[in-house]
């Protein structure tokens, strides 16, 4: 049930972020728009901006970090919820969707990189390798979402995984 809860007020914001940037937003709309009271927005979210979070986790969720099909599948969702995710990167607060894409994905990379090692702990040079091709990824994933209308996600992936750090590339491919 509360998956359901939850799945309903993202479409509502979705909705509401059709017309109005996420600055512009109050929690008092979403839960109107949703027909809800405040508490049972914030059992389920801190803030607006852990339910966009919370929507761009859901929709990564799915998505093989390594494989260049699945993940321009995923860049191919955000073009189709363009507006969705032009406004969301648009918002430049100290909670905007890169800084928790950021950690979302130095999480999923530094996962699987520990278990392909067989290691729990990584090396200095390895984690900055993580966090650096991480912050390239998410930033030009956000170039492309706002500006490129041209290049298809299969080459914007493959240029990144050609980007990736040659430490980083030889474990992971």
Known sequence: MAEITKMWIADKMREIMKHKPIDMIRVTEICKAADIERPTFYYHFKDKYDLVAWMFCTDAYGTNITSVTSAASGMNRMKQELLFYKRAYEDF???????????????????????????????????????????????????????????????????????????LRAILF
Request: charged letters at 25%.
């Open 93 to 167: 607060s100290q909670n905007a969707l890169r800084h928790y894409m950021l950690e979302y994905f130095v999480r999923r990379y530094t996962k699987l990189v520990k278990e392909k090692l067989g290691t729990d702990i990584l090396d200095t040079q390895l984690a900055y390798s993580i966090r650096f091709y991480c912050m390239g990824a998410v930033g030009m994933t956000q170039e492309w979402v706002m500006k490129d209308n041209i290049t298809s996600a299969e080459t914007v992936v493959r240029m990144m995984f050609q980007s990736m750090p040659e430490n």
